[in-house]
């Protein structure tokens, strides 16, 4: 049996008082639990896609690393390192927010990646252009993985929080109230049955008395 | 907003090759510790692109940052070109503690 509210009068105001709270905790935790329910949902269906974008960029990465450790044995890799230096600029992103049931995820847009070389002909490699293009093609997943790992961690997140609130309704707060309300109840009750008792009582004394009178 | 790449000299070459311009090498975790620091106030970064070798070593670093973080930046972590099978999963932490049970299987 959950304790009591402590302090609490048993009186009719605090009776309705308390129902009145533990409908509103009712409500809440029904709110809260579906919430729950479909955050959950939603961190399963981004969780498969999740699975599937890591494994393609981790077999696309694998690639490009031995594209890249290719060039680097046919050209040396302080050339390699100079030429890379040479590129342009493509590393930004449009980064927007979109919000899932309340969380606030991560939306990113990189901008379009030409397939062209920056850089020149002589001193480099046909290997060196693959890889770079390797590269460059992984960049869009790797975005979109960031999108989607940055979504599951807020979600995560979010969902911890809500189940602790859920758990905190359901185990603390409602078996408290309906404790209080319970008890402010019997003590009410028993208050009536000693009033009524006492009713009873002095009508009786009062009723000897009478006749005790009529009778002299 | 930018991508930022902080990681091993393959790692770093090949993003540069890709386009990114802030790609920082180093080689130890904790140099990269400090580079991360740096990034951290810098506020129009949108992803830190990691290798697996270097941010299992400062995993204490990185969770903290996590928590600390609003949406932005994005911390992803990515296998090295000498990545071995043995690299814990960072999700998997995140996935267990949200639903409760273990789901991503290797």
């Known amino acids: ?216 | 907003m930018k991508i930022v790449v902080v990681g091993t000299r393959d790692v770093v070459n090949g993003f540069r090759l890709a386009g990114i311009k802030d790609a920082y090498e180093c080689e130890d975790p904790w140099k990269a510790k400090e580079i991360l620091q740096e990034i951290k106030d810098m506020n129009d970064v949108a992803i830190v692109i990691i290798p697996r070798t270097l941010s299992s070593e400062i995993r204490d670093f990185i969770n903290e940052w996590k928590s600390e973080k609003g949406i932005y930046p994005v911390i992803l972590e990515i296998p090295d070109k000498k990545e071995v099978e043995e690299f814990e999963d960072p999700m998997r932490e995140i996935v267990k503690r949200a639903i409760g049970i273990d789901i991503l299987k290797r």
């Open chain 1, 1 to 216: 049996m959950a304790e009591i509210i402590e302090g609490v009068k048993p009186t009719r105001m605090q009776l309705l008082e308390i129902r009145k709270k533990k409908t509103l905790a009712k409500n809440g935790h029904k709110l809260l639990s579906e919430k729950r329910d479909a955050l959950i949902s939603q961190f399963f269906q981004i969780i498969d896609v999740r699975e599937n974008l890591r494994k393609k960029v981790e077999s696309k990465l694998k690639d490009a690393y031995t594209s890249l450790l290719e060039a680097e044995m046919i050209m040396g890799d302080t050339a390699v390192a100079d030429v890379a230096r040479q590129v342009k600029n493509y590393g930004e992103v449009e980064a927007t927010t979109l919000n899932i049931m309340g969380v606030l995820t991560p939306q990113m847009e990189i901008g379009e990646i030409e397939k062209k070389i920056d850089y020149g002909f002589l001193s480099t490699t046909a290997k060196l252009d693959e890889a770079a293009f390797k590269f460059r093609d992984l960049l869009k997943d790797i975005v979109k993985l960031a999108e989607v790992e940055g979504a599951l961690e807020n979600l995560a997140r979010e969902i911890e929080k809500t189940k602790r609130r859920v758990n905190a309704l359901e185990h603390i707060f409602i078996p408290r109230f309906e404790a209080t309300e319970k008890y402010i109840e019997l003590v009410l009750d028993e208050r009536e049955r000693e009033d009524f008792f006492r009713r009873k009582r002095i009508k009786a004394l009062l009723a000897a008395k009478e006749n005790a009178q009529k009778g002299s």
